[in-house]
């Protein structure tokens, strides 16, 4: 077993730093409730996220259904385990079950469809404590944050990393300089799992270690995509420029996508006109790259864009907020409404009991005209959300009237249908209790034939005994 998962802290007390985010944690598990949103664990990876929800699941004493990126999370996946573990009991006698969804910002593709829809109904029907771990919270849907509280992990510092590197040597008796050690934190970058695993592998078959000795190439330090644009704007020279887009891992025409959805932050009109001529001009180098698979092409589309830009915007930064390209949000818009219409069409075929194509083509115009007519009826026998029922309407403010009646009147026949249990049960109770004396009166004391015969050879005995007595 490798030491990072050896070495799992299990009880809060053993988790590294981010006291401030344990602490919100605690509170929030001590005071839950289904009234209480869900949290989301957000930041950079191997800062805790995950151990620190088992960690609390365990000094609850609350089991765990998890869910991570290794499983198929589809919409009948989720909600076939995690939906149907938030609406019930502990089987093991647990007070509460915590419903945890790990990576939940990599929901994405054909393998998770309809995961994101089907996360966001859990929570809204969840009895049981329900906890999303994920890297980056702006990847999850803007509907998704508002249901639920954030909890962010910061990178851990390098002196707070020592002290476990030092007990994992204690524990697995290797003899480990302390410059050694100091030198595995400070190549991990804040990732306290990261330094767990060069630990690991630069003690592998030894007892002492030195830092002579620590030969692992350390924490992947490429620089990422937002580094990249913040040093365009930024003042780095060219070099350093050129160094960071060959270690950025995205192709150039997804560079310079990044680079056009930023340039609008140019404050001189002249300086975004210079930086648009510098992409276009990249632009026709991947165009060329593209049509005459001449990949070497790419290396002058690159230095194009980068040091375009870079001169355009003469050092003088970026100050607001990087944005991925719009034409992704877009894409990623039209992806959601796809897999609505793919979920409504499927839920409306199958409760008229025909072939989602035959609905599509024949049926759907004039249910979608009856649906207008009385909304409210309609949402309410298909079990129809907000934007399902807009998808028909094309009105979300109608839309969402009319779900909020529709959840106000399942709460009052919710509360109906239990005071009716209630009473019921009660007249149960009190009919059991008058039937009880009543059985107990009727019943008559029988006696078994060996006393009868006693009685009656005694009686004799006892009117001689009296008799006698009397003189």
Same mark, same amino acid.
Request: with cysteine; hydrophobic share 35%; aromatic share 6%.
């Given at each position: 077993?490798?030491?990072?998962?050896?070495?799992?802290?299990?009880?809060?007390?053993?988790?590294?730093?981010?006291?401030?985010?344990?602490?919100?944690?605690?509170?929030?598990?001590?005071? !839950?409730?289904? &009234?209480?949103?869900? +949290?989301?664990?957000?930041?950079?990876?191997?800062?805790?996220? =995950?151990?620190?929800?088992?960690?609390?699941?365990?000094?609850?004493?609350?089991?765990?259904?998890?869910?991570?990126?290794?499983?198929?999370?589809?919409?009948?996946?989720?909600?076939?385990?995690?939906?149907?573990?938030?609406?019930?009991?502990?089987?093991?006698?647990?007070?509460?079950?915590?419903?945890?969804?790990?990576?939940?910002?990599? +929901?994405?593709?054909?393998?998770?469809?309809?995961?994101?829809?089907?996360?966001?109904?859990?929570?809204?029907?969840?009895?049981?404590?329900?906890?999303?771990?994920?890297?980056?919270?702006?990847?999850?849907?803007?509907?998704?944050?508002?249901?639920?509280? =954030?909890?962010?992990? %910061?990178?851990?510092?390098?002196?707070?990393?020592?002290?476990?590197?030092?007990?994992?040597?204690?524990?697995?008796?290797?003899?480990?300089?302390? /410059?050694?050690?100091?030198?595995?934190?400070?190549?991990?970058?804040?990732?306290? %799992? /990261?330094?767990?695993?060069?630990?690991?592998?630069?003690?592998?078959?030894?007892?002492?270690?030195?830092?002579?000795?620590?030969? =692992?190439?350390?924490? $992947?330090?490429?620089?990422?995509?937002? $580094?990249?644009?913040?040093?365009?704007?930024?003042?780095?020279?060219?070099?350093?420029?050129?160094?960071?887009?060959?270690?950025?891992?995205?192709?150039?025409?997804?560079?310079?996508?990044?680079?056009?959805?930023?340039?609008?932050?140019?404050?001189?009109?002249?300086?975004?006109?210079?930086?648009?001529?510098?992409?276009?001009?990249?632009?026709?180098?991947?165009?060329?790259?593209?049509?005459?698979?001449?990949?070497?092409?790419?290396?002058?589309?690159?230095?194009?864009?980068?040091?375009?830009?870079?001169? /355009?915007?003469?050092?003088?930064?970026?100050?607001? @907020?990087?944005?991925?390209?719009?034409? !992704?949000?877009?894409?990623?818009?039209?992806?959601?409404?796809?897999?609505?219409?793919?979920?409504?069409?499927?839920?409306?075929?199958?409760?008229?009991?025909?072939?989602?194509?035959?609905?599509?083509?024949?049926?759907?115009?004039?249910?979608?005209? +009856?649906?207008?007519?009385?909304?409210?009826?309609?949402?309410?026998?298909?079990?129809? $959300?907000? $934007?399902?029922?807009?998808?028909?309407?094309?009105?979300?403010?109608?839309?969402?009237?009319?779900?909020?009646?529709?959840?106000?009147?399942?709460?009052?026949?919710?509360?109906?249908?239990?005071?009716?249990?209630?009473?019921? @049960?009660?007249?149960?109770? @009190?009919?059991?209790?008058?039937?009880?004396?009543?059985?107990?009166?009727?019943?008559?004391?029988? @006696?078994?034939?060996?006393?009868?015969?006693?009685?009656?050879?005694?009686?004799?005995?006892?009117?001689?005994?009296?008799?006698? &007595?009397?003189?």
């Amino acid at each position: 077993m490798d030491w990072a998962e050896k070495y799992r802290p299990r009880r809060l007390e053993d988790l590294v730093g981010n006291s401030a985010a344990i602490r919100q944690m605690v509170e929030w598990a001590q005071s !839950w409730s289904r &009234d209480k949103k869900p +949290l989301i664990l957000y930041g950079k990876p191997g800062t805790g996220k =995950t151990s620190s929800a088992h960690a609390l699941a365990n000094e609850m004493q609350w089991d765990v259904i998890e869910l991570n990126a290794s499983d198929q999370r589809t919409k009948g996946v989720i909600e076939k385990v995690a939906g149907s573990s938030s609406l019930t009991a502990s089987l093991s006698g647990a007070s509460q079950k915590l419903i945890l969804l790990d990576e939940a910002d990599n +929901l994405q593709g054909t393998a998770d469809r309809g995961g994101a829809r089907a996360i966001i109904d859990v929570i809204k029907n969840a009895r049981q404590p329900v906890i999303l771990v994920a890297n980056d919270l702006y990847g999850l849907s803007s509907e998704l944050r508002s249901r639920c509280d =954030t909890v962010q992990f %910061r990178a851990l510092p390098a002196r707070s990393i020592v002290p476990r590197l030092r007990y994992i040597c204690s524990a697995e008796g290797i003899d480990c300089e302390e /410059a050694a050690l100091r030198e595995l934190a400070e190549s991990a970058g804040g990732d306290i %799992r /990261a330094a767990v695993n060069m630990l690991y592998a630069s003690a592998l078959g030894r007892e002492h270690l030195t830092v002579k000795e620590v030969h =692992t190439s350390g924490k $992947d330090q490429r620089s990422s995509i937002f $580094d990249l644009v913040s040093a365009v704007f930024g003042s780095p020279a060219g070099e350093e420029l050129m160094r960071i887009s060959y270690e950025v891992d995205e192709t150039p025409d997804t560079i310079e996508q990044w680079l056009e959805a930023n340039i609008h932050h140019l404050k001189d009109q002249e300086m975004v006109a210079e930086g648009y001529s510098a992409l276009s001009r990249s632009d026709e180098y991947i165009g060329y790259t593209y049509r005459n698979q001449y990949y070497t092409l790419w290396r002058y589309a690159t230095a194009l864009m980068v040091l375009g830009v870079s001169a /355009a915007a003469d050092g003088k930064g970026i100050h607001a @907020r990087i944005m991925p390209p719009a034409r !992704w949000r877009k894409m990623g818009t039209y992806r959601k409404q796809k897999t609505l219409r793919l979920g409504l069409t499927q839920k409306l075929s199958s409760g008229l009991h025909m072939p989602r194509e035959e609905f599509r083509d024949t049926y759907m115009s004039p249910l979608s005209m +009856l649906v207008d007519h009385d909304p409210l009826h309609y949402a309410r026998e298909f079990s129809l $959300d907000v $934007d399902e029922l807009n998808l028909i309407l094309q009105d979300r403010a109608r839309s969402q009237e009319v779900v909020k009646k529709v959840q106000a009147m399942e709460r009052e026949a919710e509360k109906e249908r239990v005071s009716e249990e209630k009473e019921s @049960r009660r007249k149960k109770e @009190r009919a059991a209790k008058q039937e009880k004396p009543e059985r107990a009166e009727e019943q008559p004391v029988e @006696r078994p034939a060996s006393a009868s015969r006693e009685e009656k050879v005694e009686a004799p005995e006892k009117s001689q005994k009296t008799l006698f &007595d009397g003189f």
